[in-house]
């Protein structure tokens, strides 16, 4: 299979829509990986599929680029996104630039941050330095304190030109792609269809022209998932009977033989 890279996404638009979707190992990347998924995600969401906590923003870049690392190590064509955790760039262009950087190093094909015309002086930055940028505007997880929870944007008049005018200013601030999480299917058409550059949505509606799943959602290992989410699998239980087996064998002295 090709390597997927900035020129291959780009070229994606209008011709073939993109199953993408997260990982924070190597055994699962490999498996996405040889499965044909064209973008991982190393996504901060990490902090809550596999870390434990209730948002994202306790992740730390630390856990980013081990993750990352792993996650590199174990695929051949799909291109490594390192989503920039919460703290890695809020704190000046300098430290965000050196934290990108480090993704790089740590085997990424490019990153991703929040936020939309506020953050196209660092997408400009980074994409000056080489490090390709995939944006992500509408409901950005990383602000959930400020929206007093994960709530879907967008919704009015001014809320949607919003986010269309800060889908446009990352565009021309150089990103190669924007995610669009959480706003109206309506207002992600329209979004879409003003960007020369790839739309990526969750819980976006069906015109975006690739789309995010959260690997533990779509394979049915979180068993509580966002109305949006489309189960492929529900493992799970399956997982949960073989740890169950497993202990019943030892305690009852069939296994080990």
Not at 115 to 129: F, N, P, Q
């Amino acid at each position: 299979m090709k390597k997927w890279n900035v020129a291959s996404v780009r070229a994606s638009k209008g011709v073939e829509k993109l199953g993408c979707c997260t990982a924070y190992d190597a055994c699962f990347a490999r498996l996405a990986d040889e499965a044909g998924v064209p973008i991982i995600l190393v996504g901060d969401s990490m902090g809550m599929t596999m870390l434990g906590y209730e948002t994202t923003l306790p992740v730390k870049i630390e856990e980013t680029l081990s993750a990352t690392a792993a996650v590199a190590r174990a695929v051949k064509s799909a291109m490594v996104v390192a989503d920039l955790p919460f703290g890695s760039y809020q704190c000046g262009d300098d430290l965000a630039v050196m934290n990108a950087v480090k993704c790089i190093q740590a085997g990424a094909d490019a990153v991703k941050l929040e936020g939309g015309a506020r953050v196209c002086g660092l997408i400009k930055r980074l994409t000056e330095a080489g490090i390709p940028v995939l944006a992500h505007v509408g409901m950005t997880p990383q602000s959930v304190n400020e929206y007093g929870g994960f709530k879907r944007q967008g919704k009015t008049r001014e809320a949607a030109e919003q986010v269309l005018a800060d889908a446009k200013a990352v565009e021309a601030a150089g990103a190669f792609a924007v995610t669009l999480e959480c706003i109206p299917a309506e207002l992600a058409a329209q979004v879409t269809a003003s960007l020369k550059i790839v739309t990526v949505g969750i819980g976006a509606g069906p015109v975006c022209d690739a789309q995010w799943l959260v690997m533990h959602d779509l394979l049915g290992l979180n068993e509580k998932v966002p109305t949006f989410v489309k189960q492929y699998a529900h493992l799970a239980s399956e997982v949960r009977d073989a740890f169950s087996s497993y202990v019943r064998e030892v305690r009852e002295g069939v296994f080990p033989e």
